[in-house]
């Protein structure tokens, strides 16, 4: 009888490592973390730095490094951070070259290793990479969702916060659309403990914070020369906990939409509940005119990459 839960991390650089951490810490399960031969050894670094760490914090899991696929098998929840990140002035889709053979070897082999696997991607152009491992594997769309919405609803949270002098911890705000400069803050659904952010913020400040918000990443990277990893890997995690805790969560994730929000065949992010059915449930919130046609700008960008993605078989 299965009683652990098996959580394989695909890419062992820097969201990889600090997942590992993070699902180790919360004990959510044990955790394989791979790479390709050639980064094997960073992987099983990683890990042996992990179990040990364990036995300062007294966590109890299980952390194992490998560079072969089938040490993957039989997991509960995979996370895929395969592929590189951005460099200083690059945008998420100058990624699309590189990390697209990168995601279709890593599809092939999470079908035939980890068909029953719940999937995040988070590897960029997010939107884009998250459709292609899905068209590319056949999985349940039920099954594969990605990471953006949670991470950029973090960074727009914390500057709200930071602009009304509130606690991060009382501030509710969601960002929707593609994981992309073009990513729709949702005013309307935005409150201090309750309180609509407009009304506490002048419409002056929210205009920069959305601003910020929408070019977050990017701020990162020019500061690091490399993209974020705490962040994205905390956010992963929140998802990865809600289906393997069965929480239920409402959270803003990449999922594929059939109709909703007017968008067919596509993955955008979207109000999703996650528990242990995957998506269980996509949102359609009441959005304004304006929210509305941010929507279609942003989805309009995302289409633009996946038509590229589509063309290149
Ligand atoms: N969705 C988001 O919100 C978000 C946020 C930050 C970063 N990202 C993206 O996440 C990805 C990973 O970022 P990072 O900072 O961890 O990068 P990183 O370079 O530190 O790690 C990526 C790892 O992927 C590995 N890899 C390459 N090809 C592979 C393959 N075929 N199979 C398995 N592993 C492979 C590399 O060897 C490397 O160790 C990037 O594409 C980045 O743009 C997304």
């Not at 099954?143 to 009382?170: I, Q």
């Not at 594929?256 to 509940?273: C, F, I, R, S």
């Amino acid at each position: 009888m299965k009683t652990r839960k098996k959580i394989s991390l695909i890419g062992a650089g820097n969201i990889g490592g600090e997942l590992a951490a993070l699902c180790a810490r919360k004990e959510l399960g044990d955790v394989v973390l791979f790479d390709i031969p050639s980064r094997a050894g960073v992987a099983k670094g990683k890990a042996l730095d992990l179990e040990q760490n364990g036995a300062i914090l007294g966590y109890d899991a299980k952390i194992s490094g490998t560079g072969d696929w089938a040490d993957c098998a039989g997991s509960d929840v995979l996370i895929i951070t395969a592929g590189i990140p951005r460099k200083p002035g690059q945008s998420r889709d100058d990624l699309v070259a590189t990390n697209l053979p990168i995601i279709r070897d890593v599809a092939d082999n999470a079908k035939k290793h980890c068909p029953e696997a719940f999937v995040i991607v988070i590897s960029n152009p997010l939107d884009a990479m998250v459709y292609e491992f899905m068209r590319k594997t056949g999985f349940d769309s039920k099954k594969v969702v990605g990471m953006a919405g949670v991470l950029d609803s973090a960074r727009f949270s914390l500057f709200l916060a930071r602009e009304a002098n509130a606690s991060v911890k009382d501030v509710r705000a969601m960002v929707l659309g593609g994981h992309g400069d073009d990513m729709v803050p949702i005013l309307s659904a935005c409150t201090i403990n309750g309180v609509p952010a407009s009304q506490l913020i002048g419409k002056e400040a929210l205009d920069a914070i959305i601003k910020r918000t929408r070019g977050g990443g990017g701020e990162i990277v020019q500061l690091m020369g490399t993209s974020a990893y705490y962040a994205p890997a905390s956010s992963a995690v929140a998802m990865a906990e809600s289906y393997l805790l069965d929480q239920k969560r409402l959270l803003p994730c990449a999922a594929y939409l059939t109709g909703e929000y007017g968008y067919n065949d596509m993955y955008m992010g979207v109000p999703v509940v996650i528990g242990a059915g995957g998506v269980e449930k996509i949102l359609q919130l009441e959005l304004t005119e304006d929210e509305k046609a941010m929507l279609a700008k942003s989805a309009k960008s995302v289409q633009s990459v996946v038509d590229v993605v589509k063309k290149a078989v």
